[in-house]
């Protein structure tokens, strides 16, 4: 073996930036994937049919569109000139990720361009009764400002030890302030339950106005040129290989999977790590990518997140047809149902998730009808605003798709840090090192929250790995 060789297992995200991050250290990597391909819940799929034979038009309950535009969009997309399948394409995991240096400098190795949302998706909504930009009233908006100048002042922002996301607004602002715009955020996102939710994990970081990026024939070009650049710089794929756990004398070896199965691999070797990540709990996640028969969206914007409060099934949409409106012919629409507030969703059938967000979206784009008093929410009248008719759905279900950012994640990471197996490392720290192994782990349940904070931690990583791996020897 030599000397500067390290085994990573598990090709998602996390596995292919920790092996470039690697690369620029000068070290050898190989890559084991238990999967047939790389990018883990990464992917973008394309939707299609065949236009020699059918061609889509409103008579026949498809698209309508430009035909010239239809094989332009499509020849750029699929690096074709001649007629093939295509009608849109979705993502079925992250559709973007977070700028940062490390993104930068990534991107640029790779020679990968990546592009902003345009405007005709930048607007973001949160449903109140209605649709709306901003979901408090007059008055709720002057209070919480209010709170606000008093939590500055008083500089009373910072969350407590195992404070939850609920218990920190009842101390800052108030139970609005987290009904109508927290809860349905985070739940948006990580899919968590407010209630549960660590304060401390979730506001670890702070970034100074975050923009979203995203390469244009969709994430999983990312995954493919950051594999293919691997490929250039000798890293060697193994797919379809699981691995088994990790023996006392193993390699020095980086564990870039889900909390389950890292906790399987480093049973025999760190036994006390492992029982404590077993016990993280992992989320189910439901996506519905829906193309209508609509010529134009409904809706100019980036998408719209749902309070509990509003008895939603759904946890949100998200505007692909505004998001990327080269990709798509027509009006597309991603729905995220299930996470820790409906986890059985995942169980339910195609017609009733079909059927579930048919019903979710016909309240979303109705008008209300006859109530003057807004500030009150007595029953609402509605009358039809968009008439819904789905051409084409596909349901992704991941049944461990997120860890639940709690209380009791925060609890786990701190005792696992304290533990005389961990190497100290630098706080805050989106990674593990053992103190007794060449071993190390990677992965979104140590706190780094989102695709940016993994890349970057996996720069720290690799720093860490050259000068305590290849320092010391074999």
């Given at each position: 073996m030599q000397k500067n060789q390290v085994t990573i297992i598990g090709a998602g995200f996390s596995g292919l930036v920790t092996?470039?991050?690697?690369?620029?250290?000068?070290?050898?990597?190989?890559?084991?994937?238990?999967?047939?391909?790389?990018?883990?819940?990464?992917?973008?799929?394309?939707?299609?049919?065949?236009?020699?034979?059918?061609?889509?038009?409103?008579?026949?309950?498809?698209?309508?569109?430009?035909?010239?535009?239809?094989?332009?969009?499509?020849a750029e997309l699929q690096n074709t000139t001649h007629r093939e399948k295509y009608i849109g394409s979705y993502e079925t995991g992250a559709n973007g990720i977070l700028n940062?240096?490390?993104?930068?400098?990534?991107?640029?190795?790779?020679?990968?361009?990546?592009?902003?949302?345009?405007?005709?998706?930048?607007?973001?909504?949160?449903?109140?009764?209605?649709?709306?930009?901003?979901?408090?009233?007059?008055?709720?908006?002057l209070i919480l400002l209010i709170l606000l100048l008093r939590m500055f002042w008083k500089k009373s922002a910072r969350p407590k030890e195992q404070e939850s996301i609920k218990q920190?607004?009842?101390?800052?602002?108030?139970?609005?302030?987290?009904?109508?715009?927290?809860?349905?955020?985070?739940?948006?996102?990580?899919?968590?339950?407010?209630?549960?939710?660590?304060?401390?994990?979730?506001?670890?970081?702070?970034?100074?106005?975050?923009?979203?990026?995203?390469?244009?024939?969709?994430?999983?070009?990312?995954?493919?040129?950051?594999?293919?650049?691997?490929?250039?710089?000798?890293?060697?794929?193994?797919?379809?290989?699981?691995?088994p756990p990790l023996s006392q004398n193993h390699e020095p070896t980086i564990v870039a999977t889900s909390a389950p199965a890292a906790s399987r691999l480093i049973q025999n070797v760190s036994p006390i790590v492992s029982q404590l990540i077993n016990q993280i709990e992992m989320l189910p996640l439901v996506t519905a990518q829906c193309f209508y028969k609509e010529k134009k969206p409904p809706v100019t914007g980036f998408g719209c997140l749902f309070p509990r409060k509003e008895n939603f099934q759904s946890l949100g949409v998200l505007f692909d047809s505004n998001l990327f409106p080269w990709r798509n012919s027509g009006v597309s629409e991603r729905w995220i149902l299930g996470g820790a507030n409906n986890p059985d969703l995942i169980h339910w059938s195609d017609e009733k998730?079909?059927?579930?967000?048919?019903?979710?979206?016909?309240?979303?784009?109705?008008?209300?009808?006859?109530?003057?008093?807004?500030?009150?929410?007595?029953?609402?009248?509605?009358?039809?605003?968009?008439?819904?008719?789905?051409?084409?759905?596909?349901?992704?279900?991941?049944?461990?798709?997120?860890?639940?950012?709690?209380l009791q994640l925060e609890s786990i990471l701190n005792q696992i840090h304290d533990s005389k197996e961990t190497l100290p490392q630098p706080t805050p720290s989106y990674f593990w090192m053992s103190s007794t192994h060449k071993l190390a782990l990677i992965g979104n349940y140590w706190g780094g929250i989102g695709l940016s904070s993994i890349l970057e931690s996996s720069f720290d990583l690799a720093d860490k790995i050259y000068l305590q791996w290849e320092s010391h020897g074999p």
């Open positions: 092996a470039f991050a690697l690369v620029q250290k000068g070290l050898s990597v190989k890559i084991y994937e238990k999967e047939s391909r790389a990018g883990g819940l990464i992917q973008t799929q394309n939707i299609s049919w065949d236009p020699e034979t059918h061609f889509p038009d409103e008579t026949s309950g498809t698209l309508s569109f430009e035909k010239d535009q239809f094989y332009s969009a499509q940062c240096q490390a993104l930068e400098f990534l991107c640029n190795e790779i020679k990968l361009n990546l592009f902003s949302v345009p405007k005709s998706g930048q607007k973001k909504y949160i449903f109140r009764q209605k649709i709306r930009r901003w979901p408090f009233f007059f008055w709720e908006t920190w607004c009842e101390r800052q602002f108030n139970l609005i302030f987290f009904n109508y715009l927290l809860d349905p955020i985070l739940s948006g996102i990580y899919a968590g339950d407010g209630t549960k939710l660590s304060a401390r994990l979730l506001f670890a970081k702070k970034r100074k106005k975050p923009q979203t990026l995203f390469p244009k024939k969709g994430m999983g070009e990312f995954v493919e040129c950051l594999k293919n650049y691997l490929i250039s710089k000798n890293v060697t794929f193994h797919f379809c290989q699981e691995w998730i079909i059927l579930s967000l048919q019903k979710d979206r016909s309240r979303l784009y109705q008008k209300q009808k006859q109530n003057k008093d807004q500030s009150q929410t007595p029953p609402l009248k509605w009358e039809p605003k968009v008439e819904s008719s789905i051409i084409k759905t596909h349901i992704t279900r991941w049944h461990q798709a997120l860890p639940h950012y709690t």
